[in-house]
């Protein structure tokens, strides 16, 4: 079956993020280690991605790991970042095969340095992938992004290289990490939870929001299509009225 089928005459969002959460509701839920959930999690990255391509999804973003995640327990945190080195390992070619360029956002620099090393053997890898653009929000806050922002157009305001005057939305968001994407049309989170948690605060501004029941080890291609679907129903205003545009 081809997912697309369904779309033909209707938009398809450019971008779609998502907070992929509720790994760990999902195992507690069957008696298994948190870790299982996460496992079970990487599967449905591979699907989402999947999913992503043939609906002719352009971009996709996915909340891997935030700033805040960084105060679970040690363990939990080690278990993460070893499910990440065995996903680069294991999917940077398939990705590559598949035309899908990986990047990775946030603050990196806290990440171990293999993993660093391995992020950027990923990217260069699948740097010429022209059917889907994954990025993958580790270690990553939006206020955090935001801060960091404001900071480097403070930097070159000092160094004589702005004026405040300046400043402006495109100047701003010259120095967000998500620079080159466009803003997400369509931000799903799994697992029923109604918040955004510190993703994509800046380039959520006019985004559709889809909250899902399920956890996100259950989320199939069909819950992709579907939100895609209840995404199309949407009439987006951005301050106008229905009429003026
Ligand atoms: C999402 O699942 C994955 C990460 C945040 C790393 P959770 O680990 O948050 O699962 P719940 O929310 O505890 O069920
Ligand atoms: C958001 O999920 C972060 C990711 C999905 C990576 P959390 O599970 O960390 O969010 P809260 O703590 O429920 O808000
Ligand atoms: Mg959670």
Redo the contacts with the bound molecule.
């Keep these: 079956m081809s997912l697309a089928a369904d779309f033909t005459q209707q938009e398809v969002p450019t971008h779609v993020a998502i907070i ?9 839920a069957r008696g298994l280690p ?1 870790m299982i ?2 496992q079970r ?1 990487a599967d449905s990255v591979r699907r989402t991605v999947e999913a992503a391509v043939e609906l002719g999804i352009s971009y996709i973003t996915l ?4 700033s805040e ?1 960084w105060r ?1 327990p040690a363990d ?1 945190v080690k278990d ?1 970042m070893g499910l990440l080195r065995r996903y680069l390992k294991n999917e940077s070619k398939d990705l590559k095969k598949n035309g899908v360029r990986v990047r990775f956002v946030g603050d990196l620099t806290r990440l171990p340095q293999d993993i660093v090393q391995q992020i950027e053997v990923a990217e260069s890898l699948t740097a010429e992938g022209k059917s889907l653009t994954l990025t993958i929000a580790l270690s990553y806050g939006g206020r955090q992004e935001i801060v960091r922002a404001a900071k480097r157009l403070a930097e070159k305001v000092e160094r004589g290289e702005l004026q405040p005057s300046e400043i402006d939305e495109p100047t701003f968001e010259h120095e967000l990490l998500t620079l080159g994407l466009p803003d997400p049309d369509l931000m799903i989170r799994t ?1 029923g ?1 109604i918040r955004i948690s510190n993703f994509l605060l800046w380039q959520s501004a006019y985004s559709e929001f889809v909250f899902i029941e399920k ?2 080890p259950d989320f199939s291609k069909e819950d992709l299509a579907l939100a895609v679907a209840e995404y199309q129903r949407r009439d987006r205003r951005y301050g106008t009225t229905t009429d003026s545009r």
């Design positions: 992929m959460d509720g790994n760990g509701r999902w195992a507690r948190r959930g996460h999690g909340f891997g790991f935030s995640n679970r939990e993460l697992s939870e956890h996100w």
